[in-house]
């Protein structure tokens, strides 16, 4: 039996108590909590505050809630998909992106004609209230069944000038995408931005992910001659699930001008 004796509410204190036992390693990773039973034998207290305690411990994210099998720690080892961040060019001329076989198309692809907002509107260089083509597909890895939302954006005023982007819909994944602009005459380069958020409601449903579990958001868009931006890429993908991989290469420092 261990006392509780600190100030603040009584679940307060059996979350303290808990979650100490967690990072002390007296409850494992992936290992199951005590039952409620239990847990009332050991902090002598209601059934209604050890539940609160782990609910507790449920927002924090150090405790999964696994319906008709209990409480279990959250296990935070190695993600189980690696995404490799980097694009190829193939002596043919297509574009090879590193682990693309990986994803599997859960649904088939979601087109639909939207508005540009600030945040996009902004990375694509067109400001808001433009039209956009916009595809939306959910993705899974077969070998371990992780899932992410995959969502590209082009203006419409690019579509008009590369017609091949919108002919078929629901439009040609990245790859294609890429060939299809490289043809059109565009030297292409590509600038990324990756930010962790917690999800919204119907990404949480979607993606499958555990309470208080944060997305991956990474943006990618993709840059032609001028560099005029041509196509924004959105991938959301649960932080546990998944790890990002960057090559880095040494760029030339600019020259200096000289002072006059």
């Known amino acids: 039996m261990t006392e509780i004796q600190r100030p603040g509410a009584l679940y307060q204190q059996v979350a303290a108590a ?45 405790v999964d809630v696994r319906h008709g099998k209990g409480s279990f720690v959250r296990n935070d080892g190695q993600p189980a998909v690696t995404l490799e961040r980097r694009v190829s060019h193939a002596r043919n001329g297509k574009f090879v992106l590193p682990g693309g076989a990986v994803w599997d198309e859960a649904e088939y692809p979601t087109p639909y004609r939207a508005y540009s907002t600030d945040a996009n509107g902004q990375l694509l260089g067109i400001g808001t209230d433009q039209d956009l083509f ?13 899932r992410a939302m995959h969502r590209t954006l082009t203006p ?28 059109a005459g565009h030297k292409l380069w590509w600038a990324e931005t990756v930010r962790a958020r ?16 944060p997305i991956l958001h990474i943006a990618r868009v993709t840059h032609g001659t001028d560099d005029r931006p041509l196509m924004l890429e959105e991938l959301r993908v649960g932080a546990d699930r998944a790890e990002l991989a960057y090559r880095i290469t040494a760029d030339k420092e600019p020259a200096r001008r000289a002072r006059a």
């Open 18 to 62: 808990i979650r100490e036992a967690i990072l002390s390693g007296e409850f494992e990773p992936g290992a199951p909590l005590p039952s409620e039973a239990q847990l009332i034998q050991r902090y002598q207290v209601s059934r209604p505050t050890v539940r609160n305690a782990v609910a507790a411990l449920r927002a924090e994210g150090l």
């Open 134 to 146: 916009v595809c939306d597909r959910l993705l899974t890895d077969p070998a371990s069944t992780t």
């Open 156 to 183: 419409l005023a690019v579509a008009a000038d590369i017609p091949a982007l919108g002919e078929e819909p629901p439009g040609p994944p990245p790859a294609t995408a890429y060939e299809i602009m490289a043809q």
């Open 198 to 213: 917690m999800p919204l409601p119907d990404e949480r449903t979607t993606l499958q992910l555990a309470d208080a579990t």
